[in-house]
């Protein structure tokens, strides 16, 4: 919440090496589609027979990775990177080769393993490597995530246009550069202090919450993936024009995933953007489903479909790790595990539905698994709002100390500090960047100026992008860096007290928590420090400091260390 402007693209070589893997990894969701025609025809296979080549991806995918976790904390991040990469390189060009539709089916499958390994791993291992915090990590994989989802069909229909066999040595080739630079540039990482379970995934479903919207995802990817599946059979196009067609679809899915989704959030709430949004994409399928077989309509739709199939990626992995009790990986692997079953079944059972139905069939289903989606999420409303209100303004206090008044705890984990009069507190929002010190020197000549009490605020945020979370930073590391603003505070004589605010997704996340909390102590000013991102990750998060402007009731300083007229530090009080 301080710092000058920084460039999140000023990393290490081993954060781009995992990077450019992040962008071959998400060229997979489409790459198939523009191919999935001229596989059928070439290798005198059903469309039944050909979208297999999903479901053993997707269901190999969701039960592998029930084990990721338990693979990961014994062997370490970057090793079960590397084993993923070397699985898809393997397997993705053993499919190329394969000579029938049922070795490519099978080859899908152990490719399917190595993208689970590589998902539950990749995003943590920038952030691992990551400098500059976890807002310059999170914009590097959600721009990755964005060119893998828009340009994947477009590779895939330009190699396609060559061969079937094209897509699937490209990104063998592709992977197998990020290998060698992966085990190259990535510096071993430390295992973690506690080991995983194998039954850690399966028991934290348990949770009412996280099962309840596991099950929504299930439904909801029904319906996304019998239109990725099979809506390229019905539109009878060249690989060239399916992939241009894909490449729009994908192209909004990577928009609304990392710019519309926050913003929706943001101004709605996580309850009220998922049901607008599967209410919405239920009607659109409805829309493919009535005109399947007219091009004019069952295009815009498709590509329009992206919309909300890049909301609901971001929107439902914020709800569950908004609700659910354990960490964060653990939590994306159970949720993972449930909805990709949903996204795995759905193209077969759209080709069975097909031969003995009609092409139409498979999509007013999609559509009414959709509608489910949304009356299972009914049965968790009040939990999901509830732990989202929580999310704005749960405080958990610093341990005692002499110098820290202490937090007195609410009803439903809200927790609210010692009654103060209105305008008494000055409140300091600080994080983990060097020039934060002059945010609380500004607080400290401020609070010594009429004798006021100055909060020192900390907004943990997370590590979430698209639709993978990993653990963002620990409480311990929270706590030592609040104590270290209180013994500056203290070398004053100025009365202070800590508070850290608890899962902040993203930077515009903390801004709205830190405004909150702000409002509840009724603070007179609050002192910020000036934006420490700019470029492209002020674009793609959004602002802390604009957040907090749109939110916050009281005055608002923003101390700029780069300004020639800087707050300097306060003498040690006599």
């Not at 079953?341 to 069939?361: C, E, K, M, W």
Request: charged residues 10%.
């Amino acid at each position: 919440m301080s710092g000058t402007v920084a460039s999140p693209f000023r990393q290490p070589k081993a954060v781009f090496a995992v990077a450019f893997a992040c962008v071959v990894s998400f060229m997979g969701i489409g790459l198939v589609d523009p191919i999935l025609p001229a596989i059928s025809h070439q290798l005198h296979a059903s469309p039944s027979e050909v979208t297999l080549l999903f479901t053993s991806y997707l269901v190999v995918t969701a039960v592998a990775m029930l084990i990721t976790n338990f693979v990961s904390s014994r062997i370490g991040a970057k090793r079960t990177l590397i084993a993923g990469l070397v699985l898809i390189v393997a397997f993705s060009a053993a499919a190329g080769a394969a000579p029938s539709i049922s070795g490519i089916i099978g080859f899908r499958a152990g490719w399917g393993v190595g993208n689970a390994l590589f998902i539950a791993t990749s995003l943590a291992v920038i952030v691992a490597s990551a400098e500059g915090g976890f807002a310059g990590a999170i914009v590097l994989y959600e721009t990755a995530l964005g060119l893998g989802i828009a340009v994947g069909p477009l590779l895939g229909g330009a190699l396609g246009e060559v061969s079937w066999r094209g897509p699937f040595f490209g990104v063998s080739a592709l992977m197998a550069i990020a290998l060698i630079a992966t085990i190259t540039l990535v510096r071993p990482m430390p295992l973690p202090a506690k080991k995983t379970g194998l039954s850690a995934p399966l028991r934290a479903l348990r949770h009412r919450g996280l099962l309840t919207l596991s099950l929504t995802a299930l439904c909801y990817n029904w319906g996304f993936f019998t239109v990725l599946g099979y809506a390229p059979f019905p539109m009878n196009l060249s690989p060239i024009k399916l992939g241009l067609v894909f490449t729009g679809w994908g192209a909004l899915v990577a928009i609304f995933a990392v710019f519309g989704a926050p913003r929706l959030q943001a101004r709605f709430g996580i309850a009220r953007t998922m049901y607008a949004n599967l209410f919405l994409f239920a009607v659109v399928i409805l829309v493919i489903a009535a005109w399947t077989t007219d091009r004019a309509v069952l295009i815009p739709a498709v590509i329009v479909s992206g919309i909300f199939i890049g909301v609901n990626n971001t929107i439902t992995t914020q709800a569950v790790m908004t609700i659910s009790p354990v960490e964060r990986p653990v939590a994306s692997a159970a949720y993972s595990f449930v909805r990709f079953i949903g996204g795995g079944l759905a193209p077969y059972a759209a080709g069975q539905l097909v031969i003995a139905l009609n092409i139409h069939v498979p999509f007013f289903i999609a559509a009414g698994a959709v509608a489910a989606g949304i009356v299972i999420l009914t049965t968790v409303h009040r939990m999901l709002a509830e732990a989202e209100r929580v999310q704005a303004e749960q405080v958990a206090p610093i341990a005692p100390a002499e110098r820290i008044v202490p937090v007195l705890s609410g009803a439903c984990g809200r927790h609210r500090s010692a009654s103060h009069e209105p305008g008494s507190v000055i409140l300091a929002a600080v994080d983990d960047a060097p020039t934060a010190s002059g945010v609380i020197e500004a607080a400290a000549r401020l609070a010594a100026q009429d004798g006021l009490t100055v909060h020192v605020v900390h907004a943990r945020e997370a590590a979430v992008a698209g639709d993978v979370a990993v653990d963002g930073e620990g409480l311990a590391a929270a706590e030592a860096l609040v104590r270290r603003h209180l013994d500056q505070l203290a070398g004053h004589h100025i009365a202070a007290e800590g508070q850290i605010l608890l899962h902040a997704a993203d930077h515009g996340a903390a801004g709205r928590m830190v405004a909150e909390y702000a409002n509840t102590v009724q603070a007179g000013t609050i002192v910020i420090g000036a934006p420490s991102h700019g470029g492209l990750s002020a674009i793609l998060g959004e602002s802390m400091s604009h957040e907090l402007l749109r939110a916050a009731q009281s005055n608002v300083l923003i101390v700029n260390p780069d300004a020639p007229l800087a707050f300097a530090a306060l003498p040690p009080a006599t």
